[in-house]
């Protein structure tokens, strides 16, 4: 059951991210550069921490959010009946949960230890396998304890920022705010794996040769790696009606909802303007915050077609990572794709915004 409802909906919720992660991973890396690659982690635990336990931490961290999030939703309330089991038989099952979820971790681990025993290199199969017992049990830990202590709010991932951690009070801002004072875990972790895609994309490309579709399928990984956020953007329109009821036209209201994503990008923007190679041009050097820019932001005006219907989703944004990607494989313009993307999202808003109705909680 735990299989069937949360290892395979994550696998199909997340088909367009393993796709694009693929065309990186085995489009643009030969099968002897992966193997190189092993061949130095086996010997240099260094390298190992930074080029392989800083992305699987990541990973882990969006598996273990991923799974606490459905086991909090109602409709799987069904959930704490699992408590009803033996303790052992719970962690049992939570582990080989999580045993499925990473998978890509320790295809790759496993690459890294044949290599290491026969390199001699003891230290990095020591710390792999510290690694691997740490994010197979800690995770279902956590999973043990939320499902057995339903009602205990501090049980979660998310903290409280300081009182004095205030951001200007402009509408810009104003999604901003409500993600770092409700959801902050789940932003910094988009955050910290947006930046990690970008920034290891560039550091990859500083070779003789330079090919932007590296860069691009990175920009499209990291646009889409905040489809969490967009359903708090739903909420944050729904919970301010005032602005919604105003008579303002598509154009004002489609640029209101553009710039307050400006902020939470902002990162990402900096990290593009200060690594981008000088060889690829100022028309690319725009481009890109420009295409990254219309990614999340198509995402949130796709929400307020599908409603949130899980299954309209599921057969939408796989094709959209896919036209996408394979638009960029074939060296298509960012910039024309970012148009495509941008304006699908007006038709979006002008079509759907003001029939899209909050959800109503019964329970209030």
């Known amino acids: ?3 069937k409802l949360l290892v395979e909906k994550y696998y199909r919720e997340n088909s367009g991210f393993f796709l694009v992660l693929g065309l990186i991973l085995f ?3 030969t099968p002897k550069s992966h193997l190189d690659l092993a061949n130095i982690a086996a010997l240099s635990p260094v390298f190992l921490l930074l080029a392989y336990f800083l992305p699987w931490t990541l990973y ?3 598996t273990l959010f991923y799974v606490s999030s459905q086991l909090k939703k109602e409709e799987n309330s069904f959930f704490l009946a699992f408590r009803l089991f033996p303790v052992s038989s719970q962690i ?5 949960v999580q045993f ?3 998978q890509p971790v320790l295809v790759f681990a496993l690459l890294i230890l044949w290599r290491a025993f026969l390199l001699h290199g003891y230290a990095s199969i020591l710390l792999i396998c510290l690694f691997l017992i740490a994010a197979l049990f800690l995770p279902a830990l956590f999973w043990l304890r939320q499902i057995r202590n339903p ?5 979660g991932l998310s903290f409280r920022l300081p009182a004095f951690f205030r951001f200007p009070s402009g509408h810009s801002f104003y999604f901003l705010r409500k993600l770092l004072h409700q959801e902050p875990a789940l932003f910094f972790i988009t955050k910290l794996l947006s930046g990690f895609l970008l920034l290891g994309s560039i550091a990859l490309i500083r070779t003789d040769s ?3 579709r590296l860069i691009s399928l990175a920009i499209l990984l990291a646009g889409f790696a905040h489809l969490g956020l967009t359903e708090i953007f739903q909420q944050f329109e729904w919970e301010m009606p005032l602005l919604r009821n105003l008579p303002w036209s598509t154009g004002k209201r489609f640029s209101m909802q553009l710039i307050s994503w400006l902020p939470i990008l902002a990162p990402e923007f900096i990290m593009l303007w200060r690594s981008l190679p000088l060889e690829f041009g100022w028309i690319y050097w725009i481009s890109a915050p420009f295409f990254l820019l219309s990614l999340p932001f198509f995402l949130s005006a796709f929400r307020f077609f599908s409603g949130g219907n899980q299954k309209t989703s599921e057969r939408i944004l796989p094709l959209s990572f896919f036209g996408a990607g394979f638009a960029i494989m074939y060296k298509t313009p960012v910039l024309a794709l970012a148009g ?3 304006l699908t999202s007006f038709f979006l808003i002008q079509r759907y915004f003001l029939s899209n109705e909050p959800r109503v909680n019964l329970d209030t």
Request: no cysteine; proline share 0%; glycine share 8%.
């Open 1 to 3: 059951m735990l299989q």
């Open 27 to 29: 489009g643009l890396f």
């Open 60 to 62: 882990t961290l969006k």
């Open 92 to 96: 049992g099952a939570f582990v080989k």
């Open 100 to 102: 499925l979820l990473v």
């Open 151 to 155: 009602s205990d709010k501090s049980i």
């Open 210 to 212: 330079y090919d932007e």
């Open 340 to 342: 495509i993307f941008l």
